[in-house]
């Protein structure tokens, strides 16, 4: 099995900064992307950014040029530097794993983690 653990959630004052952390641990022989989500409340997960293993980058629209993804391949570990935080980047952040092999020929799977809250708010 494939286990994602996220750190670094919290509150912050509006305008302020967070890092999102999120390391891939168990049997895994290659990750083609990693991303983060969120989830509001009441509202549907949505894409936050997203990296695969050539380094290509995919933003949400609200969040360009405020948020910076990376990843460590070698590490299997993601994360993400998030700049000018606003009360509606308020939600639950989730780490994602994408198109996951644990052999050469295994079936590729996608895995979730927990899940961390972030809270924007004076």
């Known amino acids: 099995q494939v286990q994602l653990v996220e750190s670094g959630g919290g509150l912050v004052q509006p305008g302020g900064s967070l890092t999102l952390s999120c390391a891939a641990s168990?049997?895994?022989?290659?990750?083609?992307?990693m991303g983060w989500y969120r989830q509001a409340p009441g509202k549907q997960r949505e894409l936050v950014a997203h990296?695969?293993?050539?380094?290509?980058?995919n933003y949400a629209n609200s969040v360009k040029g405020r948020f910076t993804i990376s990843r460590d391949n070698a590490k299997n570990t993601v994360s993400l530097q998030m700049n000018s935080l606003k009360p509606e980047d308020t939600a639950v952040y989730y780490c994602?794993?994408?198109?996951?092999?644990?052999?050469?020929?295994?079936?590729?799977?996608?895995?979730w983690g927990q899940g961390t809250q972030v809270t924007v708010s004076s």
């Open positions: 994602n794993a994408d198109r996951v092999r644990r052999c050469m020929l295994c079936t590729e799977l996608q895995f």
């Open positions: 168990g049997s895994i022989f290659s990750i083609y992307a």
């Open positions: 990296i695969d293993n050539g380094g290509n980058t």
